[in-house]
């Protein structure tokens, strides 16, 4: 099985010289056995995002812009 790309956490903190910095983490969340998960992102961005398997890997169903990079 696979999985391209999964973000798990993100800082910018230690890019930044002053100002507010974005970070955000991730939960995994079983889904459907063998069909489906969930990632739940908490932090700057506030979103589940579902994968689904399409053939022999899991494809992201509804990914936020700012996990789209």
Known sequence: MRIDQIPTSYSDGGA???????????VLIPGHKGKSMRVRYTGDMDATVVYAKVG????PVNLPELLSC
Do not use: H, I, L, W
């Open 56 to 59: 022999e890997s899991y494809d």
């Open 16 to 26: 930044r010289e002053k100002g507010e910095t974005k970070s955000m983490e991730e």
